[in-house]
């Protein structure tokens, strides 16, 4: 890792954005000390991936009608109930296989109209956006692209008929193209810099879970994952999309993922509710940190009540533990003081409701699928909670094997060699496996997560049972 900055979104108004010159600022001075360490080398490639459904709009010159707005927005509320008079959930879902999140970029290019915005007025979502302003075409790339709502499941093209029906202009959405193309090359001042000339822009699976799913080097079809962080994305990979009434009804989603597979997954509201409770204590004078909450609350036993961690009121900003106690309260339990054993009891709670909403999903994929799952790999930030994945171990009672916490820069460099290997061509499948099988087990890779699977696992062992038929 060279360089990391802070990100978060920006309250203007009634209205949460993302400071996108912020941003690119951050990351044009990390790729500065990559050319820094790259000393009289060249850097073949560069790919971005990020979080999906957020975009910018531009104007004719290029530039962004205004900075982006947050996923989070509360304007999507309206907008998606807009949106299901005109067309309904189950026909969204028959087209694209896609689970309702009201911050799916439908809904979000629908609160736009609603604001006056112009539908003709041209889009990009911010990881494309980010190679564009580097010097590569105005792309969609596709596993970004599913999770906007709008592709068709069979065509794996836009779907006429959505963007028809809720007036939208199909000249307005940027090229759909695959993992692995190349969109260009580094231009602009960036190019000056002697590293970078020549450098080629290709688009990776833009969307950072497809990336983190394509960086796992797991063999075989017994294996689930979670890519755990702020959102826990929770599901398996598929050869084609599954997009039946008992997935609808249980809300999976079908998005794309790298060499033409499907993550069959749904998203849960993750480590976002610990962080956001987090925020609240260190503001009112407690000094914890994530690491000392989770060891703190480890001794503790079952709480008396899980939270329902996908309640839409658990998705909203600020607030986080006034929400979670007018839950439980609801639920006839009492609540959670703001001292410090209040604190540890939420702690705790949280951890022991997302274990098991993990275990009641992981479930689901299997009588869905008809898959017999062994294997659960648990990739980014969250791999490191040693907590979590032990609730998680035994309230699945699957083999936890720990990937890579950075499963998504695994991932996208995996997608990047396997295009520059293939001139151009795309990135095929069994390419990007192999590279990831070689990146994902370095050394020092493998040490380490030997190490924590012992603190996780208690030992080396493969379990004889699963979760499935």
Known sequence: ?????????????????????????????????????????????????????????????????????????????????????????????????????????????????????????????????????????????????????????????WSREILDVLGFDLGAAPRLVQPGTVAGQVSGELARVPAFRGTSLIVPACHDTASAIAGIPAEGDDWAFISSGTWSLVGTVLDKPCATDDARKKNFTNLGGAGGRICFLKNVNGMWILRQCLEEWQASGHRWTIEELVQESAALGEPDHLLEVDDPELLLVG??????????????????????????????????????????????????????????????????????????????GLDVVLGSPESSTVGNFAIQLAALEAAGSGAARESVARWASVLGSSPSAFAVSKARRATVSRGDHIRKRGVGK
């Open 1 to 157: 890792m060279v360089h990391r900055f802070a990100n978060g979104p920006v309250a203007r108004g009634k209205s949460l954005h993302w400071d996108f010159e912020a941003i690119a600022r951050g990351v044009g001075k990390g790729l500065r000390l990559c050319a820094d360490l790259a000393g009289n080398r060249t850097i073949a490639a560069i790919g971005v991936d990020g979080w999906a459904v957020d975009y910018v709009r531009l104007r004719p010159d290029g530039r962004t009608v205004s900075d982006p707005f947050c996923y989070r927005d509360e304007r999507n509320m309206e907008a998606a109930e807009r949106v299901h008079k005109i067309i309904s959930p189950e026909q969204l879902y028959r087209l694209t296989g896609i689970q309702f999140l009201r911050f799916n970029t439908l809904y979000q290019l629908y609160a736009d109209g609603l604001a006056g915005m112009k539908q003709s007025t041209p889009w990009i979502n911010l990881p494309e956006y980010l190679t564009m302003r580097l010097g590569g075409e105005r792309l969609a790339e596709y596993t970004n692209a599913t999770h906007t709502g709008m592709v068709d499941a069979k065509t794996r093209q």
């Open 319 to 396: 607030n986080m533990t006034a929400r979670i106690n007018a839950q439980r309260k609801r639920a006839g339990f009492a609540v959670l003081r703001s001292d410090r054993a209040g604190i540890l009891a939420c702690t705790n709670v949280i951890l022991h409701s997302l274990a098991a909403r993990y275990a009641e999903i992981l479930r689901d994929v299997a009588a869905i699928t008809g898959k017999k799952i062994r294997r659960l790999y648990i990739v980014g930030g969250g791999s490191k909670n040693t907590v979590l994945n032990r609730l998680t171990e035994e309230k699945t």
